[in-house]
């Protein structure tokens, strides 16, 4: 038995998904990547080991997100691919023939355009933060309310309350006055949404041309609040696929099945979860860029380089390790 | 007196061998850098771009070597540029710097006045020398283009990773040795020999992105994170919108020199979608990248520093032309962030959908 496995290192989550050689997904992780992306990584190898049968052979390793190099050093990743191209590809998968994929995360939300099959426009969020899961999360702890709760919640609204939605610090002063007036808690959980996916379709859907199969996924696509919200705002179905919160890696899964046709796996096994990896770094004295260099070591050794803008520190190194 | 101008990628080249070669004692400020900008963020207003910035931080570096006079461009707007020169002298004087400035304004309004400013620099120069000396700067802005191209060539088509970079560095310097007019031929020539030994795969197939945009950070790697660099290591062939020499011959010798792309040629191609002059190179990004789509690039990548309003201009015009002429167009906003994560995700984000763009169109076809 064969299979290929994805992780996506967030900035909120870490995931991970073992597909079989058929592209189904087998098992999947989601963890919170909590500042340590490095002892996720490991944490997620050991649940990922424990949950497959013993027979099981790992044929092709694919990484992607934030800490997508980080992820790929450790595991000896077949390919890393940036989230934009996981997330097509998976939702591609999923939904054949979709034309826009909806994708809201911890910190950043972004979307992608897709037209006949490729990918043919997409933006992410810049420096806002507003129309995010995070933000989300946050009023659901002001209120009090698990995050689970909120989207069942929003949906009982009778009425939404108008929020300003540009700002999260509008939002939130706004919210207060609302809810001070009297105003019940549906009505402004669903006020909150609805504000939410105006300021992402004016702010990251900026004149996109937003054409049917919409695929809504993400963290934040397990909200049937914000489900709702977009289908009011867009005037068509939203289709929030079942494995919505792991799309990232199960399109680096896929991608490692494309990348191991012809070849055998990087893959330094499960094993990689016991050994003892650190990130270290140091400013860089050769010139007045004072770069930043982060280097991981293995067991005392450097495995990896990065940072440095000249490659005075990244191309010193033999191993093949070099960061697409 | 100590000459000191601005940093604007191998600008400094060009610049230092005119000068010198008139006898003018010249200060070339440390390479831009993340000191240079932080000294410029420190003391320049808020809302300028960032050229402004790096230009502030430029002369404050360059004047602990010594330095004591600025010679800069000028420039009638819309672009704010303009008014830089003045600014920066402004602001230098209030932090105690004792720092003369002379402004080399356009040729095309004040002829008498550029060449007032030019016998201020140069002093008891003759005339003929003087020309000489602007001829061989000129010069070596044509090598140096020549150079960057081949190595834009060469870069995503390398067998050894960092070859072309390498030798780029050896090619340059031999122009940058070169003190007389009488021995660029040759050391281009040499130049040129470097770059042809750098091992390439010439068959490999690789994707061509134009980059449009505002002149600084499209010519000034520190401004721009080294985009072209990153590109080529990702399999892609660079062509850029300005070149140094280009520019020098459309803006100060009002194109006396011939058989350069003109932007006249670029400007009719804009028209279509802009008629105006918006200022800095709005209507060329605009032109520029009609161009691009009729030369068949796979994309188009628009630069600018946050806060320009000429490629504001442009920005908005681009979605259109894109849909229009069916070239994708991604545009990046550069200002003080130094993170390159942000940045490496689009560009490669962007290159997987020229990819695979590509490979669709050559599977139908």
Redesign the interface.
Known sequence: MYGYLGIDVGSVSTNMVLTGEDGTIKHSIYLRTQGKPIEMVQQGLKHMQAALPGKLKVIGVGTTGSGRHLAGVITGADIIKNEITTHAIAASNVMPGVQTILEIGGQDSKIIILRNGVVSDFAMNTVCAAGTGSFLDQQAARLNIKIEEFGPLALQATVPVRIAGRCAVFAESDMIHKQQMGYNIPDILAGLCEALVRNYLNNVGKGKEILQPVVFQGGVAANAGMKAAFEKALGHPVHVPSHYDVMGALGAAMLAREATNRKSTGFRGFEVADRDFKAGGFACDGCPNVCEVVEIMESGQVIARWGDRCGRWSNALTQQARIS | MKVVYPHMGLMWICIKAMLEYLNVDVIVP??S????LLLGVKHAPEFACMPLKLNLGNFMEAAELGADTIVMAGGCGPCRFGYYAHVEHAILRDLGYQYELVVLEPPQKHIGDLLDKIKQITGQQSWRRVINGIRFGYHKAEAVDKLERMANYCRPRETT??AT?RALQHALQEIINVAAPEGLPAALQRAVEIMDAIPVDIHRPVLRIGLVGEIYTLLEPFANQ?IERKLGS?GVEVDRSIYLSEWVNEHLFLGLAKNTRSSKLVKQKAIKYLRHFVGGHGLETVGSTVFYAEQGYDGVIQLLPFTCMPEIVAQSIL?RVSAELGI?AMTL?VDEQSGE?GL???L??FV??LA??KQ?EEALA
Do not use: Q
Request: charged content about 35%; cysteine-free; hydrophobic content about 30%.
């Open positions: 440390p390479p850098s993340k000191k240079t990773a960092g970079d080294d990702m979605p994708p906003i994560a490496v995700t689009r490669e984000a997987d959908l695979r763009r669709t």
